[in-house]
């Protein structure tokens, strides 16, 4: 190749502004599809802040991509502008619970976040206590803000309820002067607050709202938004609409969505493809799906793998027997069965019966498994079944990148 040919393609031929279909692309208002409604009940929440006055706690609940992140940080964006427009000095902050899950850490981003030029209070990473990362934060929202907002994204992955109770009794307890706060706490386990420490639980549950699942059209307006992602004429007519039936199908998630559009651009892109062909949103759909499912089980421990794959091998075995229905629901003690010979293939000892149990309450925890009891008369007593909720051939495909 000579000095003059071209080594590197000069002008996507699939994309224009592939960045509205990233995953943190916070989209403005007119492309927000929808949530008129939830929109409005959270300000009506957070509305005192405008003024200076407290801004109600709020619990956000949905399953995944149902916007509630995005709504969330929408009208707090909005809230800082308004107030400014009152003269009133608002900010917020933003936490993923997932990523800062102690309360050190949180704590650290949150002050790092609502730190200015202004104050010379200095936020290390780290080397300084919990104490100290408060003591600093309640400094500089004082000197420098008559209301905070603070985002708590994935608030149950929290280790535990330090932070909350710190941040929800903050003005009662007198560690705050005159800044007022609100928390936004957002999560998509229904169960969560349950788990909550009594206390914290009645000051930081305020305001609750739910959030439902998108439903095709609504997704579909979703992705017909930000369709200016592509090339004019580049996308086919049938991709969106596909797309939009896929993800409505499995609960629908926008950001399963978003996804399947983006993985077909780029299967076009990879095979060099003229146009996104609504052939390719299968594959998209696939590749959108290991993904998720790969991010829910990172960091899980290896027991926690194995019993998945015994429940996903016996989920395969009975989907290929035509008798059993596709849902099919399985007893612990026949997982546990083939569990057992799991451990002896990886050379390691297993688990009680007790502790799969455990492990299967959290995959049922994380909506991966379904739980239900069952009661088997007299002579059986009452019993759980365990049913895989994801595609058995995508849990397969993620177990068997991460089992060595
Ligand atoms: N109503 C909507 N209009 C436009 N885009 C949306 C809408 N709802 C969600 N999205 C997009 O879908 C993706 C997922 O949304 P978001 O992160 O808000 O979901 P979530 O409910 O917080 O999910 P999770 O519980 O998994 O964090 C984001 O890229 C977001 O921009």
Redesign the pocket.
Known sequence: MSESDDLFIREDPIFVNKELLE?????EEG?????DEEIGQLANAVNPGIFGQSPSNVLIY??????????AKYVSRRLVQTADEEGVSATHAYVDCAQDGTETQAVQTIASSVNTDETDIYIPDKGISTATYYKRLWKILDAEYDVVLIIL??IDKLEDDDILMQLSRAGEAGKLESCKIGVIG???KIKYKDRMDERVKSSLCEREFV?PP?DAS?LNE?MV?RSDAFRDGVLDDGVIPRAAALAAREHGD??K??DILRYAGEIAQSIEAETVREEFVTQARERAETDRFRELIRGSTPHSRYVLQALTMLSINAREDETTPDNQGFRTTRIYDLYEQICRQEGTDSLSLRRVRDLLKEHAFLDIVEQSRHSGGSAEGSYTEHTLLEDPAVVKDVLADTIE
Do not use: M, W
């Open positions: 995953i943190n692309h916070l989209p492309r927000i599809v929808g949530r949905g399953k995944t991509g149902t916007g509630k992140s995005l709504c994204d994935e957002v999560s998509n959030f998108y609504q979703i938004a926008a950001r969505a978003i």
